[in-house]
Protein backbone atom coordinates (compact mmCIF):
# COMPACT_ATOMS: atom_id res chain seq x y z
CA UNK A 1 0.00 0.00 0.00
CA UNK A 2 0.90 3.54 -0.77
CA UNK A 3 -1.43 5.64 0.92
CA UNK A 4 -2.65 8.40 -1.24
CA UNK A 5 -4.54 10.50 1.66
CA UNK A 6 -3.58 11.05 4.87
CA UNK A 7 -7.83 12.06 5.63
CA UNK A 8 -9.80 8.92 6.42
CA UNK A 9 -12.76 10.69 7.16
CA UNK A 10 -14.22 10.47 3.69
CA UNK A 11 -16.73 8.24 3.46
CA UNK A 12 -18.35 6.36 0.66
CA UNK A 13 -21.03 8.50 -0.34
CA UNK A 14 -23.42 4.67 -0.14
CA UNK A 15 -22.03 3.51 3.21
CA UNK A 16 -23.83 0.02 3.79
CA UNK A 17 -23.57 -1.04 7.88
CA UNK A 18 -22.16 -4.61 7.37
CA UNK A 19 -23.95 -5.62 10.73
CA UNK A 20 -27.22 -4.93 9.50
CA UNK A 21 -29.31 -5.03 5.97
CA UNK A 22 -29.86 -1.11 5.49
CA UNK A 23 -28.09 0.71 3.18
CA UNK A 24 -27.89 4.53 4.09
CA UNK A 25 -27.35 7.37 1.15
CA UNK A 26 -25.15 10.20 2.22
CA UNK A 27 -25.30 13.59 0.28
CA UNK A 28 -21.78 13.79 -0.98
CA UNK A 29 -19.37 12.63 -3.73
CA UNK A 30 -17.20 9.52 -3.79
CA UNK A 31 -13.88 10.60 -2.54
CA UNK A 32 -10.65 9.09 -4.28
CA UNK A 33 -9.25 6.09 -2.68
CA UNK A 34 -7.15 6.66 0.50
CA UNK A 35 -5.42 3.62 -0.31
CA UNK A 36 -3.74 1.22 -3.31
CA UNK A 37 -3.55 -1.97 -2.35
CA UNK A 38 -1.69 -4.28 -4.33
CA UNK A 39 -2.92 -7.57 -6.20
CA UNK A 40 -2.11 -11.26 -3.96
CA UNK A 41 -2.54 -14.39 -5.65
CA UNK A 42 -2.50 -17.88 -3.90
CA UNK A 43 -1.26 -20.40 -6.30
CA UNK A 44 -1.57 -24.43 -4.69
CA UNK A 45 -0.14 -22.82 -1.43
CA UNK A 46 0.15 -25.99 0.95
CA UNK A 47 1.43 -25.81 4.47
CA UNK A 48 2.15 -28.30 7.09
CA UNK A 49 2.99 -28.56 10.75
CA UNK A 50 5.40 -32.08 10.71
CA UNK A 51 4.13 -34.82 8.12
CA UNK A 52 0.55 -33.66 8.71
CA UNK A 53 -0.69 -31.15 6.03
CA UNK A 54 -3.09 -28.70 6.80
CA UNK A 55 -3.39 -26.54 3.85
CA UNK A 56 -3.71 -28.29 0.90
CA UNK A 57 -2.65 -26.77 -2.76
CA UNK A 58 -4.94 -23.83 -1.90
CA UNK A 59 -5.28 -21.32 -5.29
CA UNK A 60 -7.39 -18.04 -5.50
CA UNK A 61 -6.69 -14.65 -6.40
CA UNK A 62 -7.22 -11.21 -4.72
CA UNK A 63 -7.52 -8.30 -7.03
CA UNK A 64 -6.33 -5.03 -5.96
CA UNK A 65 -8.51 -2.85 -3.79
CA UNK A 66 -10.72 -6.23 -3.32
CA UNK A 67 -11.43 -7.89 -0.34
CA UNK A 68 -11.84 -11.55 0.22
CA UNK A 69 -13.46 -13.18 3.30
CA UNK A 70 -12.33 -16.83 4.19
CA UNK A 71 -15.12 -18.56 6.30
CA UNK A 72 -15.48 -22.35 7.02
CA UNK A 73 -15.62 -24.39 10.52
CA UNK A 74 -12.67 -24.44 12.80
CA UNK A 75 -10.23 -26.56 11.65
CA UNK A 76 -10.07 -25.90 8.33
CA UNK A 77 -7.01 -24.46 7.74
CA UNK A 78 -8.29 -20.45 7.46
CA UNK A 79 -5.67 -18.61 10.30
CA UNK A 80 -3.02 -21.36 9.37
CA UNK A 81 -3.27 -20.29 5.51
CA UNK A 82 -3.10 -16.40 6.86
CA UNK A 83 0.22 -17.46 8.29
CA UNK A 84 1.62 -18.63 5.53
CA UNK A 85 1.03 -15.55 3.09
CA UNK A 86 2.82 -13.32 5.18
CA UNK A 87 5.46 -16.24 6.20
CA UNK A 88 4.90 -16.39 9.77
CA UNK A 89 4.57 -20.29 8.97
CA UNK A 90 6.48 -21.28 6.29
CA UNK A 91 4.60 -22.92 3.14
CA UNK A 92 5.83 -26.37 2.05
CA UNK A 93 4.79 -26.28 -1.31
CA UNK A 94 3.32 -23.56 -3.89
CA UNK A 95 3.53 -19.77 -4.31
CA UNK A 96 2.30 -16.29 -3.19
CA UNK A 97 2.40 -13.62 -5.87
CA UNK A 98 2.19 -9.92 -4.05
CA UNK A 99 1.47 -7.41 -7.27
CA UNK A 100 2.08 -10.40 -9.31
CA UNK A 101 5.72 -11.10 -8.30
CA UNK A 102 7.11 -14.44 -6.56
CA UNK A 103 7.38 -13.77 -2.66
CA UNK A 104 9.66 -16.83 -2.09
CA UNK A 105 12.10 -15.12 -2.86
CA UNK A 106 12.21 -12.60 -0.41
CA UNK A 107 13.25 -12.42 3.32
CA UNK A 108 10.15 -13.08 5.47
CA UNK A 109 10.81 -9.49 6.92
CA UNK A 110 10.56 -7.34 4.27
CA UNK A 111 7.48 -9.14 3.25
CA UNK A 112 5.90 -8.79 6.57
CA UNK A 113 6.15 -4.92 6.13
CA UNK A 114 4.02 -5.12 2.63
CA UNK A 115 1.47 -7.51 4.12
CA UNK A 116 0.32 -6.20 7.40
CA UNK A 117 -1.66 -8.89 9.69
CA UNK A 118 -4.09 -8.56 12.63
CA UNK A 119 -4.59 -11.14 15.03
CA UNK A 120 -7.18 -11.98 17.07
CA UNK A 121 -5.55 -10.45 20.24
CA UNK A 122 -4.47 -7.58 20.20
CA UNK A 123 -0.74 -8.33 21.43
CA UNK A 124 -0.24 -4.61 22.49
CA UNK A 125 2.81 -3.42 24.55
CA UNK A 126 0.77 -2.67 28.42
CA UNK A 127 3.44 -0.24 29.44
CA UNK A 128 3.38 1.92 26.18
CA UNK A 129 0.67 4.53 25.01
CA UNK A 130 -1.08 4.08 21.87
CA UNK A 131 0.65 6.71 19.87
CA UNK A 132 4.18 4.79 21.15
CA UNK A 133 2.30 1.41 20.49
CA UNK A 134 1.67 2.31 16.55
CA UNK A 135 5.13 4.22 16.09
CA UNK A 136 7.18 1.34 17.48
CA UNK A 137 7.35 -0.99 13.97
CA UNK A 138 8.36 2.00 11.63
CA UNK A 139 10.95 2.71 13.82
CA UNK A 140 12.60 -0.17 14.69
CA UNK A 141 11.92 -2.29 12.20
CA UNK A 142 11.71 -0.06 8.83
CA UNK A 143 14.07 2.26 10.27
CA UNK A 144 11.33 5.40 10.25
CA UNK A 145 13.02 8.68 11.70
CA UNK A 146 11.23 9.30 14.89
CA UNK A 147 9.51 12.51 13.70
CA UNK A 148 8.26 10.71 10.97
CA UNK A 149 6.93 7.22 12.59
CA UNK A 150 5.08 9.20 15.12
CA UNK A 151 3.63 11.89 12.62
CA UNK A 152 2.54 8.38 10.82
CA UNK A 153 1.16 7.42 13.88
CA UNK A 154 -0.99 10.03 14.78
CA UNK A 155 -2.29 9.97 11.33
CA UNK A 156 -3.32 6.24 11.59
CA UNK A 157 -4.43 6.51 15.01
CA UNK A 158 -7.20 9.09 13.48
CA UNK A 159 -8.15 7.02 10.93
CA UNK A 160 -8.99 4.62 13.09
CA UNK A 161 -11.02 6.86 15.24
CA UNK A 162 -8.67 7.06 18.22
CA UNK A 163 -7.09 11.08 17.60
CA UNK A 164 -8.27 11.35 21.47
CA UNK A 165 -6.49 8.69 22.69
CA UNK A 166 -3.17 8.53 21.34
CA UNK A 167 -1.67 8.78 24.89
CA UNK A 168 -3.46 6.09 26.36
CA UNK A 169 -2.13 2.58 27.45
CA UNK A 170 -3.89 -0.62 26.20
CA UNK A 171 -5.32 -1.21 30.42
CA UNK A 172 -7.04 2.34 29.69
CA UNK A 173 -8.77 1.27 26.36
CA UNK A 174 -11.45 -0.67 25.49
CA UNK A 175 -11.03 -4.08 23.96
CA UNK A 176 -12.35 -2.61 20.57
CA UNK A 177 -9.84 0.33 21.03
CA UNK A 178 -6.92 -1.63 21.63
CA UNK A 179 -8.22 -3.58 18.40
CA UNK A 180 -8.32 -0.44 16.77
CA UNK A 181 -5.01 0.38 17.69
CA UNK A 182 -3.91 -2.87 16.06
CA UNK A 183 -5.25 -2.23 13.39
CA UNK A 184 -3.64 1.33 13.41
CA UNK A 185 -0.10 -0.41 13.91
CA UNK A 186 -0.61 -2.96 10.61
CA UNK A 187 -1.42 0.28 8.46
CA UNK A 188 1.66 2.44 10.08
CA UNK A 189 4.04 -0.03 8.34
CA UNK A 190 2.26 1.15 4.89
CA UNK A 191 1.14 -2.14 3.20
CA UNK A 192 0.01 -3.14 0.66
CA UNK A 193 -2.37 -6.03 1.70
CA UNK A 194 -3.80 -6.38 4.92
CA UNK A 195 -4.57 -9.84 6.31
CA UNK A 196 -7.36 -10.10 9.48
CA UNK A 197 -7.29 -13.40 11.40
CA UNK A 198 -10.64 -13.29 13.19
CA UNK A 199 -10.36 -9.79 15.05
CA UNK A 200 -13.51 -9.83 16.95
CA UNK A 201 -13.89 -13.06 18.28
CA UNK A 202 -12.06 -11.91 21.73
CA UNK A 203 -14.75 -8.55 21.61
CA UNK A 204 -17.42 -8.30 23.78
CA UNK A 205 -20.59 -8.49 21.42
CA UNK A 206 -21.56 -4.39 21.42
CA UNK A 207 -17.96 -3.81 20.86
CA UNK A 208 -18.02 -5.82 17.31
CA UNK A 209 -19.83 -3.85 15.22
CA UNK A 210 -17.22 -0.65 15.63
CA UNK A 211 -14.50 -3.11 14.40
CA UNK A 212 -16.13 -4.38 11.47
CA UNK A 213 -17.55 -0.67 10.47
CA UNK A 214 -13.74 -0.05 10.22
CA UNK A 215 -12.83 -2.41 8.50
CA UNK A 216 -15.73 -2.00 5.94
CA UNK A 217 -13.97 1.78 5.62
CA UNK A 218 -10.38 0.09 4.76
CA UNK A 219 -11.85 -1.83 2.09
CA UNK A 220 -13.82 0.95 0.23
CA UNK A 221 -10.71 3.33 0.49
CA UNK A 222 -9.28 0.90 -1.55
CA UNK A 223 -6.97 -1.40 0.95
CA UNK A 224 -6.62 -5.09 -0.41
CA UNK A 225 -7.65 -7.39 2.33
CA UNK A 226 -7.89 -11.28 3.22
CA UNK A 227 -10.65 -11.51 5.94
CA UNK A 228 -10.61 -14.68 8.10
CA UNK A 229 -14.48 -14.45 9.66
CA UNK A 230 -17.61 -16.24 11.39
CA UNK A 231 -19.49 -13.05 10.98
CA UNK A 232 -21.49 -14.05 7.73
CA UNK A 233 -23.10 -10.44 7.66
CA UNK A 234 -19.58 -8.75 7.01
CA UNK A 235 -18.64 -11.40 4.60
CA UNK A 236 -22.23 -11.23 2.80
CA UNK A 237 -22.22 -7.65 2.86
CA UNK A 238 -18.89 -6.14 2.48
CA UNK A 239 -16.81 -8.84 0.75
CA UNK A 240 -15.62 -8.79 -3.31
CA UNK A 241 -15.51 -12.55 -2.87
CA UNK A 242 -16.36 -15.29 -0.37
CA UNK A 243 -13.89 -18.02 -0.39
CA UNK A 244 -15.21 -21.42 2.01
CA UNK A 245 -12.70 -23.70 3.40
CA UNK A 246 -12.71 -27.11 5.00
CA UNK A 247 -10.18 -29.32 5.25
CA UNK A 248 -7.65 -27.53 4.63
CA UNK A 249 -9.40 -27.33 0.62
CA UNK A 250 -11.21 -24.31 -1.34
CA UNK A 251 -14.48 -25.99 -1.39
CA UNK A 252 -16.16 -23.26 -3.17
CA UNK A 253 -15.62 -19.21 -4.13
CA UNK A 254 -17.50 -16.63 -5.81
CA UNK A 255 -19.46 -13.64 -5.10
CA UNK A 256 -20.99 -13.15 -2.12
CA UNK A 257 -24.74 -13.77 -3.81
CA UNK A 258 -24.02 -16.69 -5.41
CA UNK A 259 -22.29 -18.43 -2.07
CA UNK A 260 -24.73 -17.90 0.16
CA UNK A 261 -27.85 -18.04 -2.08
CA UNK A 262 -26.75 -20.50 -4.34
CA UNK A 263 -24.67 -22.42 -2.91
CA UNK A 264 -23.43 -25.29 -5.05
CA UNK A 265 -21.67 -27.96 -2.63
CA UNK A 266 -23.40 -30.20 -0.09
CA UNK A 267 -20.61 -29.34 2.22
CA UNK A 268 -21.62 -25.42 2.12
CA UNK A 269 -25.15 -26.09 2.25
CA UNK A 270 -24.46 -28.01 5.32
CA UNK A 271 -22.27 -25.14 7.06
CA UNK A 272 -24.93 -22.30 5.97
CA UNK A 273 -27.95 -24.33 7.43
CA UNK A 274 -25.65 -24.44 10.64
CA UNK A 275 -24.51 -20.70 11.18
CA UNK A 276 -27.15 -18.65 9.25
Known sequence: MRSTAENPTAQNPTAEDPTAGGTVVQEAV??????????????????????????????????????????GPSGSGKSTLLRGINRLHEPSGGDVLLAGTSTRGQHPDRL??????????FNLFPDHTALENVALAPRTVAGVPR?????????????????ERTDHRPRD???????????????????????????????????????????????????????????????????????????GRVVEAGPPAQLFEQPRSERLRRFLAEVL
Open 30 to 71: APAPAYAGSALDLRDVRLSYGPVEVVRGVTFSVPAGSTTCVI
Open 112 to 121: RRRIGMVFQH
Open 147 to 163: AEALRRAHARLAEVGLA
Open 173 to 247: LSGGQQQRVAIARALAMDPEVMLFDEVTSALDPELVKGVLNLMATLGRQGMTMVVVTHEMGFARRVADQVVFMDE
